[in-house]
């Protein structure tokens, strides 16, 4: 079974995907911490436990954790899929690199465009840009699958 | 590792997954485009630079979209992990691609009816009879690790 | 194919997935029977069925429920890579069990905690044990393949 994780490309994807979860827990973190600090809890119970009821609430900015994380699962969970298939038809270790890198990169920049609010449309291009090797990926699996499915 | 991808089982399996993850990328495009048309953005930043901050709003239609985004992935994604597990424990390749394809299928119709609010019940039988070859997968892959886990 | 299935890591790994992928669908479950029982329905066509366009609102305990459910989709879907690519880095059978057996026990306690409005922090405390054999997978995963990277 480690026939897998030896090979350079699946590695490559593994190493890229995997940052990239940790990077949606880090999300998770920010989005506790601010809960905390701005005092607003999504439950009565967690605001009964930090003042009460009344910071049972919501706050924009957590709204905006939660639309980061949201857009990572959209977007970062479909990767994880498309990236271990497309490991397997057989891509340059060059392309592949290419396609993975691309990806984090583009998803390092949403988030940081989302948590920061910078200035429109940083984080739409962000997003283009990290779709551009998903649908590359996908096309080139299709491609492959197309003669057996 | 390209053996995965050759056999028949999985590649049906792989091809459906792979058009159910650009399905998708496509409602992300379309709460994208009706954002745009409906002037609703969910972020101020966005709002500023398509007029100003009175367009930093909720509209019911990309709500609605993005319902269909979330329920796609409450259901896609574990598809993607089960039907890739279900393809190891060896089923015939006609009863694999029964099972690929109603859910297809039913997800298809389930945007359809989601994107174009169809008279209900049309969308919850959609989701029902998805559900079935996922569950029905869920089951046998228990049976097949039973004896190892 | 079939070598990855009788592997005594990947199967109970694949065993605890598809409990916890059946749970999201038991928490769906649920979710559909409170809009009934409450009439609070997410969509007018839905709300329109049953009892008229007053029932096309909000609910407190719905909303609960959907929080439930997407804080499984945050956790539960990356477990699910990276149970599956740990899998393949070689752990001992003991290791890997206590692993995947933490992470389901704590999400099965997260549910519940969730869906019973425990006292918290109960339900952070269940959040926070599921993480650490999450991390510490991610962390082992990422140090068997920097070598290949």
Redesign the interface.
């Known amino acids: 079974?480690?026939?897998?994780?030896?090979?350079?490309v699946?590695?490559?994807f593994?190493?890229?995907?995997?940052?990239l979860?940790?990077k949606?827990?880090v999300i998770?973190i920010v989005t506790?911490q601010v809960r905390l600090r701005k005092k607003a809890f999504?439950?009565?119970?967690?605001a009964?436990?930090?003042g009460g009821l009344q910071y049972h609430r919501e706050d924009p900015y957590v709204e905006?954790c939660r639309?980061a994380?949201?857009n990572d699962?959209?977007n970062i969970?479909?990767f994880?899929?498309?990236g271990a298939?497309y490991?397997?038809?057989?891509p340059s270790v060059a392309a592949a690199r290419i396609h993975f890198m691309v990806f984090f990169m583009a998803r390092m920049l949403h988030t940081i465009a989302?948590l920061f609010?910078?200035?429109?449309?940083t984080?739409?291009l962000a997003y283009i840009v990290g779709?551009i090797p998903?649908?590359s990926m996908?096309l080139q699996?299709?491609m492959?699958?197309?003669a057996?499915?």
Chains 1, 2, 3 share one sequence.
């Open positions: 079974m480690a026939v897998l994780i030896r090979n350079e699946f590695s490559c593994v190493f890229y995907g995997v940052l979860v940790m949606m827990y998770a506790g999504a439950n009565p119970e967690d009964l436990r930090h905006r639309r994380h949201i699962m959209e969970l479909p994880l899929f498309l298939i490991s397997m038809t057989g989302y609010a910078l200035q429109a449309p984080r739409s779709q998903c649908v996908a699996i299709l492959a699958v197309a057996y499915a």
